[in-house]
């Protein structure tokens, strides 16, 4: 018969180790980004997956749209001296490796290899997968030439609060500011505008069952 003094320390044992879990758990959560990319249940290509079919101009090189942006730039800036100046300001003494800045500035981030392809680049930056979702399950033709399934699969349609993940306060280089509203006003943040300055369209008309394109 086990002892009323070693029940109850088997019950605070247990008590402290589900604490520790928790508090895991809840470390990880800050850590990770509120983005696409933190989805569970895919798997990530990368961007040179998805450049297969999206280099190409008939259907709207939107991976050339993105290598041209500050998306593509995003880890590469955090070995800059503004950088370094910022991130030593709170305690950061290299921004590529601290997890609160490459949360935001690298894609798949706090995601286990296992969950990666073998020639996944994290040092490439907020990639396709950071706003759209892992790709793996919605990557081929047939599923992304239908809308819903391809949703079903893992694309995610980015909305301001995909965005807003990292693009809030915590950065350092938020400026509050940043955007003129209609009435006049500003703030640091408008979905509506940002949007307009990476957009990627596919063409109008564009028929990927009749090109092949997409293949």
């Known amino acids: 018969m086990i002892s009323k003094s070693a029940s109850d320390r088997s019950l605070i044992h247990a008590f402290l180790v589900l604490s520790a879990m928790g508090f895991a758990l809840l470390v990880l959560a800050f850590l990770?980004?509120?983005?696409?990319?933190?989805?569970e249940g895919h798997d990530f290509v990368g961007y040179q997956k998805c450049k297969t079919c999206h280099k190409k101009e008939a259907i709207g090189n939107q991976v050339g749209v993105w290598l041209e942006?500050?998306?593509?730039?995003?880890?590469?800036?955090?070995?800059?001296?503004?950088?370094k100046k910022w991130g030593a300001e709170?305690?950061?003494?290299?921004?590529?490796?601290?997890?609160?800045?490459?949360?935001?500035?690298?894609?798949?981030h706090g995601v286990p290899d296992e969950r990666v392809s073998n020639k996944f680049d994290r040092t490439a930056g907020v990639q396709c997968e950071s706003c759209h979702g892992a790709g793996k399950?919605?990557?081929?033709?047939?599923?992304?030439?239908?809308?819903?399934?391809?949703?079903?699969?893992?694309?995610?349609?980015?909305?301001?609060e995909v965005c807003t993940g990292c693009h809030n306060d915590e950065s350092p280089a938020w400026d509050e500011k940043?955007?003129?509203?209609?009435?006049?006003?500003?703030?640091?943040?408008?979905?509506?505008?940002?949007?307009?300055?990476?957009?990627?369209?596919?063409?109008?008309g564009y028929d990927p069952s009749a090109t092949g394109e997409a293949d």
């Open 69 to 83: 942006s500050r998306h593509a730039k995003a880890y590469e800036t955090l070995g800059t001296d503004k950088a």
């Open 137 to 160: 399950d919605y990557k081929k033709k047939k599923i992304m030439m239908n809308r819903d399934k391809a949703i079903q699969n893992g694309l995610v349609v980015p909305t301001a």
């Open 178 to 204: 940043a955007y003129t509203l209609a009435d006049g006003s500003t703030v640091g943040f408008d979905f509506d505008q940002a949007v307009k300055k990476i957009a990627h369209p596919v063409p109008e």
């Open 90 to 108: 709170v305690g950061v003494t290299n921004p590529q490796t601290d997890d609160r800045c490459i949360k935001c500035h690298s894609t798949a």
């Open 32 to 39: 990770m980004p509120k983005t696409a990319a933190a989805a």
